[in-house]
Structures are given as C-alpha cells and as structure tokens.
C-alpha cells in the first residue's frame, strides 16, 4: 500500500475510534446520571457533559440529548434526592427535549433550560419566556431573579389561579434551591423567594419617594389591616399571624417578612394578599426586591441581594384585625 494511502487509512479509523471512545463516554455518563444514587456523582456528571458535546465529525449521534436537557435531567434527579412531586417530565416523541411542567395549575406552567452565552443555563418559563433561574455548576451558584417571578407569579398567574396553586411552583423552586445549597455547598441567591425571618429582602437602589407609606396606607384601607408607624418606617400584622415590615436601615429601605417559623417570603405575601401587590407592583420601580443585573437582562436596574441580620429593627409587634 502507498505510503501516503496508509497514511490517511490509519488516519482515518484513529479519528473513528477516538469519536467512539467519545460517544460510548457520553453514554455512560447518562446513563449513570439516570441511575446514581449519590448526589455529588450526580454533580459530578453534570459537569463532565457540560464540559463535552458531541460535535463530532466522524461519528454522528443524530438523537442524543442536547446540554440543555442535560441540565434537565440533573434538576430532575436532584429533585427526586429532595422528594420533591410538584412536576412532571414532558418528553418529545421526535427528540430527546425534555419540559418540566408543575402540577396543579389549570394554566400550564411548563420550563426548559437555555444554554448562556458564557456558560451555565436559565430556567426559562415557556410561555411567558421569563428568566426565572440562572444555574452555573461550575461555580456551583444558583441565583433567582424577582423580576421574573413577579412577572409570572405575581402579575400573570395572579388572577388566573388559587394563590395556593401558584405557591406551589415558588416552593418547588425553593426546594431546588435549598437542596443545592445544603447538599452541594452551592451559593444561592434565594432573594424574593427567602422564608427566613431574619432575612431582609434588599431593594434595587433607587430613589424612594415620600409617598411610599402613603400608597400603602391607602391600598391598605379596605383590607381589614392596618399599617402602623414605627421608629424606622412600617409594619402590619396580615393573616396567619404573618408581619409585613417596610424599614429604613441607613437611610435604605428595606422589606422584611416575618411569621415566627421561617415559612413566609415576600412572593407569598404578593400571592396571599391583592392589597399589597397591587402597592408593589405600583411602586415597583422604586422598590423591586433586587436579582443580579450582571446575569439577568432587568427592566430595573438592581444589585445582587444580600441577608442581613434585622439587628436595628425596632417593629412594635402588633396583633392581626380580627
């Protein structure tokens, strides 16, 4: 055989053989997504098919699970680590694309993942296209974005579901995010979504206008509660016991949800109680709860949100109308 023949013969099945050790890793990494039982291998996993697609030249995998519904199918097992049963797995008959859809809702709820352009992927909610999530496994954070899911939640679902429907996928997505921090180390921006008494949800900075309380006390007027003055701006006792603070901390203003057992966030009480997101939604350009305007595209501009122990607030404790 000619030198030059044999050449490009060795050549050749080299780059076959190398595509196949390629394809038969990609299969066992799956396949061992699938059926691990161990978190960390789980993560493990993930972050080796995130790091290769199969882009190959020589050996082509018509079907084969884009990274996109990688993502998915890593969610979908660390959700199962956390027993969690608010959803359920769409599949294609055509593809390999994978949907999450909440149960329980009469509107459909559905997610996908979207790959980003710098790595990691948002949570997307198909039908109204909010960002609801951004997940990067590498630097194992996970961050929420409050704009997104007071649009879907709060503005959308709002009048088209029991609020006992919609806290169901804000949970489902608490879930997520506290099995991830817990579990796997991961640093989460919880933000609007954070139940812990002692969490104080930071606003975008902006300028606050003195009619802050004011809208509120108005809003507030025909729900049965009652807003009261305090030393550092203001507080209301709603149903279940659940007090609502709006604080001045440094000349900042600030939200604070409290219940005494560290169940209640800011959605919720945007979902519970229409008084209060309608003063929101109002003054939304003033006082959205804050997501990371470097990872979401933002009709406000904000800051990442940070907890801060409530050490400076004085709220006289009031007791809810009866």
Known sequence: MLRELHDRVTGYTAHLQADLDRVQTMITNVHDLSESNEPAQVHGLLLALNQRLLDDKWVQVPRQYGLADIYMLAM?????????????????????????????????????????????????????????????????????????????????????????????????????????????????????????????????????????????????????????????????????????????????WHLQVVDGHDAASWLDTLVEFDFLASWYLEMRDYIEVASNPKVFKLEHQGVKAQPLEATVAMVEVLQPQQ
């Not at 909610?125 to 929420?144: K, M, S, Y």
């Not at 997104?148 to 029991?162: H, I, S, W």
């Open 76 to 252: 979908n097992r660390f959700m199962e680590f956390a027993k969690s049963d608010a959803y359920t797995i769409l599949m294609s008959e055509d593809s390999e694309e994978l949907t999450l859809r909440v149960k329980g809702l009469e509107t459909p709820v559905t997610f996908r993942f979207v790959l980003g352009t710098q790595g990691g992927a948002y949570l997307v909610e198909q039908r109204t296209g909010e960002q609801v999530a951004f997940w990067l496994p590498e630097q194992r954070q996970l961050l929420f974005n409050s704009e997104a899911l007071t649009n879907l939640l709060v503005v959308d679902l709002r009048e088209k579901e029991a609020s006992t429907a919609i806290r169901k996928i804000a949970a489902m997505l608490l879930v997520f995010g506290r099995y991830m921090d817990q579990t796997l180390g991961y640093s989460v921006d919880y933000n609007i979504l954070e139940t812990a008494d002692s969490y104080i949800y930071q606003l975008i900075p902006s300028y606050v206008p003195d009619r802050l309380l004011d809208r509120l006390f108005v809003h507030s007027a025909h729900s049965g509660y009652y807003l009261k003055r305090t030393a550092n701006g203001a507080a209301m006792v709603v149903k279940n016991n659940i007090e609502v603070r709006i604080l001045q901390m440094q000349g900042i």
